[in-house]
């Protein structure tokens, strides 16, 4: 199916009942390889379509998300939205949908289309990861590999057409030696940059540097701690997301204010990106749901808090563009990051050099189920999983567990301290943001005992 055939059936049933409507299709062509035992075991393929719908009326606005394919049902699920419009409270920061300039619908190094078709390269990839993986001293390796094309097609009231395609690949791996593990993931937009050799080479060599280690309890306390890139690209996705967009800002839910803006608010050491606008970046994509332009943005720079995301609404209230950051429906409301960048420092990019920078301390290396008590100071806990290790003296002395990160997005901003010379492209289910991340180290940050 043709995505206009979804999109058109929905501006023309609502004209003359709403004032503005913008409708955007998604298909998602996916394939997912499974692998357990160092071998696949399991292959599925399936697509999905959404149709994402934006009405507003006065200063009233509502939006739905249907997976239909069926335009007629489509249609009479719109219609059922548009009759709650008269029940929507109105919107205080509500601003009408407007336009910056046009987006230009290729974005190059987005899409490859030996992607669509890749079964037998990636199968190639995958056997490669393993044995890289048991090269480095992992016994077996479990986890999965997807890749697929998203095409995204933009209608609105005004007549606005867009279309975008962009391809992805993405690895988990998670290398197992006796009861030491360890996770790495490999991310691209395109077959040539997707390095699943070097994940798997990653993930076999962190878990065999814990084998054999004695396992200790973490004593709760303030520590030096090494973040492998899933740790810094999570955590610092979610500082970018939660604190430095504007509708944040505008109603009191960040830590970060306007008076902030052109003021230290971190490290002078670091300084962070959205590359929305950056074609090999996972999730970067042309333009956005209120049909504007993305753009790479520097959000803080050598500490310094250069800019906020921006939609429409919120560019209105700060008397500034948009920065076209309006990601998706939720996005509308409040803008988000599409990948951030973590930039890389001085520290060597091989563990057994950022080990020796690290001298003593604690190295983590994935974590999951972040949760937060106070989103507005930041205060969040996060688990440790995979290989957590005690360091004295530059080398590993124990492996420890029931480890739980539990600070605040200050000591991440604040105690950042220097990063590896490279990044790496990171993305995996428990991360909301896909993000290019180094190995960041950090002073003074808090660590708990949590679960096993």
Request: without cysteine; glycine residues 10%.
């Amino acid at each position: 199916m043709e995505l206009h055939e979804l999109a058109r059936p929905v501006i023309n049933s609502s004209r003359g009942l709403v004032d503005e409507v913008v409708v955007v299709v998604n298909r998602v062509d996916w394939h997912m390889i499974r692998f357990a035992n160092n071998e696949p075991t399991i292959v599925n393929n399936w697509v999905q379509y959404t149709v994402d719908v934006y009405l507003s009326r006065g200063r009233r606005f509502i939006t739905t998300s249907i997976t239909s394919t069926n335009p007629s049902e489509v249609v009479n699920r719109v219609g059922e939205a548009i009759k709650q419009l008269n029940v929507t409270p109105e919107d205080p920061l509500f601003t009408p949908i407007t336009h910056v300039g046009k987006p230009t619908m290729e974005l190059p190094g987005s899409y490859d289309k030996r992607i669509e078709d890749a079964l037998d390269p990636l199968i190639d990839k995958l056997n490669n990861a393993i044995q890289a993986s048991i090269s480095e001293g992992a016994e077996r390796n479990a986890g999965a590999l997807t890749y697929g094309v998203l095409s995204r097609y933009y209608l609105d009231h005004t007549g606005l057409e867009l279309e975008g395609k962009y391809s992805f690949v993405t690895l988990t791996i998670r290398a197992f030696a006796g009861d030491s593990t360890a996770t790495s993931t490999a991310v691209s937009r395109d077959l040539d940059g997707f390095r699943a050799e070097d994940a798997g080479r990653e993930a076999g060599r962190l878990a065999s540097l814990g084998k054999g280690l004695p396992v200790e309890d973490i004593e709760p306390g303030r520590y030096k701690v090494l973040l492998g890139p899933l740790v810094s690209g999570h955590l610092y996705g979610l500082v970018v997301s939660l604190w430095f967009n504007a509708h944040s800002v505008l109603v009191g839910m960040s830590g970060i204010s306007r008076e902030d803006l052109g003021k230290q608010v971190a490290s002078g050491n670091l300084s962070i990106s959205d590359l929305s606008h950056e074609g090999t970046a996972l999730n970067s994509e042309s333009f956005d749901y209120e049909g504007n332009p993305t753009r790479n943005l520097e959000i803080i720079s050598r500490g310094v808090l250069k800019a906020l995301l921006h939609n429409n609404r919120t560019a209105a209230k700060f008397g500034t563009e948009t920065t076209g950051n309006a990601t998706d429906l939720g996005g509308v409301v409040r803008p988000g990051p599409r990948h951030v960048l973590i930039n890389p420092g001085s520290m060597p990019s091989d563990l057994d050099g950022l080990l020796g920078e690290l001298d003593n301390g604690v190295f983590i290396s994935n974590n999951w189920y972040t949760r937060f008590q106070n989103i507005r100071d930041g205060l969040f806990s996060t688990v440790a999983r995979d290989q957590v290790l005690l360091v004295r003296g530059g080398r590993p002395t124990a492996r420890l567990r029931g480890v739980r990160i539990a600070d605040t997005f200050r000591t991440l901003l604040s105690g950042y301290v220097d990063s590896s010379k490279r990044a790496w492209q990171v993305y995996w289910w428990d991360m909301d943001v896909p993000s290019t991340a180094p190995y960041v180290l950090i002073e003074n940050l808090g660590l708990t005992k949590g679960p096993e």
